[in-house]
Nanobody, 121 residues
Framework: QVQLVESGGGLVQPGGSLRLSCAAS????????MGWYRQAPGKQRELVAT???????VYGDSVRGRFTISRDNAKSSVFLRMNILKPEDTAVYYC???????????????WGQGTQVTVSS
């Protein structure tokens, strides 16, 4: 069983910054792609950013240049630094990880429970 636990969400004023963290635990042989997605009320879940095991980053168009994704492979963790936040960034942010199970060696995609980010004055 693999669990992803996010932290770092909250309320921030427009133009402010937040840093989200996500740690994976459980039966883990290896973690490949990790990422962040978000879902605003009434909208579909959308890509925020992903990062490969080797560190290649991909960003959604709406956050490129403002957000930075990073990971700590030793700690099975992924982070999202969010700068110059806008009200339209308000959403529930979900962590994802492509994990190879420590027992079965099968890979599957796992999701965190989500953390709320609200950008408002």
């Amino acid at each position: 069983q693999v669990q992803l636990v996010e932290s770092g969400g909250g309320l921030v004023q427009p133009g402010g910054s937040l840093r989200l963290s996500c740690a994976a635990s459980g039966s883990i042989f290896g973690i490949y792609n990790m990422g962040w997605y978000r879902q605003a009320p009434g909208k579909q879940r959308e890509l925020v950013a992903t990062i490969t095991l080797g560190g290649r980053e991909v960003y959604g168009d709406s956050v490129r240049g403002r957000f930075t994704i990073s990971r700590d492979n030793a700690k099975s963790s992924v982070f999202l630094r969010m700068n110059i936040l806008k009200p339209e960034d308000t959403a529930v942010y979900y962590c994802s990880a492509d994990v190879k199970d420590g027992f079965s060696r099968l890979s599957s995609l796992h999701w965190g429970q989500g953390t709320q980010v609200t950008v408002s004055s």
